[in-house]
């Protein structure tokens, strides 16, 4: 859990840094508590274009999700749930996105409500000061994209 700065990332805007034009840093906030998540893209100075990504997560159980984003018959090869006793909640969870506001000078400019949209994040490497992980729409590797973050201090 905690607070992270997104150092690198293979992902497409904002979560890579960038909100149209403009560059700023991306943050991750994981409340591992209360199950909450959130990212965070805020362009300097004073921050005065920002963009929050809420969303809840769960451990994942191996049942790869659609292309949408939703669970679907077609999940997997073996026909949806995982057919094997790896424990993927260990390292893995399904994240739902709740809400994206932009923000101009702290106002809400837009907000966008999402109806059932996940992703898969699979965590390859996690100490004290760095985490790795692959997030992507399905859970398969292949569609996955690589975020490096390091601690906010």
């Known amino acids: 859990g905690g607070n992270w700065i997104v150092e690198y990332t293979t992902a ?13 840093i991306a ?19 004073n921050d005065w ?14 049942t790869l999700l659609g292309d949408d984003g939703e669970e679907g018959p077609q999940n997997s090869s073996k026909g949806g749930k995982n057919q094997t006793e790896e424990d993927y909640g260990a390292t893995c969870w399904v994240v739902t996105f709740k809400t994206l506001t932009i923000r101009l000078f702290g106002f809400p400019l837009v907000t966008k409500d999402f109806d059932n949209v996940q992703r ?8 004290e000061n760095t ?3 692959r997030a992507g729409r ?8 690589v975020f490096y973050m390091k601690r906010d201090e």
């Open 12 to 24: 497409p805007p904002p979560s890579n840094g960038q909100l149209g034009p403009f560059g700023g």
């Open 27 to 45: 943050y991750q906030e994981v409340d591992l508590e209360t199950g909450r998540y959130a990212n965070i893209l805020k362009v300097s100075p």
């Open 49 to 62: 274009l920002a963009a929050s990504l809420e969303a809840r997560w769960e451990e994942w159980d191996g």
């Open 120 to 127: 898969v994040w699979r965590t390859t490497y996690v100490d």
């Open 131 to 133: 985490r790795i992980l």
């Open 138 to 145: 399905t859970g398969r590797r292949e569609d996955e994209n």
